[in-house]
Nanobody, 127 residues
Framework: QVQLVESGGGLVQAGGSLRLSCAAS????????MGWFRQAPGKEREFVGA????????YYTDSVKGRFTISRDNTKNTVSLQMNSLKPEDTAVYYC????????????????????WGQGTQVTVSS
């Protein structure tokens, strides 16, 4: 069982930056691939990015490439999402998710592949 708690959301002007963090409970964090998803009002939840257990592979959706960076610290049981050059269309509730992964180098982009979810944190980007 893993519990995930996101933090760091807020209101920012377009072009600004935010750093989201996700803290995981438990002693087996290193066994989980991690992902970030977001859901804007009236829209389906969408993939933002993901990172493998061992940090070797990181994937992003095209709309955030070059602006967002995912990192994880397996010693602190945290995964972060650094968001730069934010745009109004980045406004959404952001969720972190964890998937128990046999393969240390795999990252996952489908929401139905994930086992655990955080409660979400609101990010609002004003124009």
């Amino acid at each position: 069982q893993v519990q995930l708690v996101e933090s760091g959301g807020g209101l920012v002007q377009a072009g600004g930056s935010l750093r989201l963090s996700c803290a995981a409970s438990g002693r087996t964090f290193r066994m989980y691939a991690m992902g970030w998803f977001r859901q804007a009002p009236g829209k389906e939840r969408e993939f933002v990015g993901a990172i493998s257990r061992n940090n070797d592979n990181v994937y992003y959706t095209d709309s955030v490439k070059g602006r967002f960076t995912i990192s994880r610290d397996n010693t602190k049981n945290t995964v972060s999402l650094q968001m730069n050059s934010l745009k109004p269309e980045d406004t959404a509730v952001y969720y972190c998710a964890a998937k128990a992964a046999l393969h240390s180098g795999r990252a996952y982009s489908l929401s139905n592949e994930y086992d655990y979810w955080g409660q979400g944190t609101q990010v609002t980007v004003s124009s």
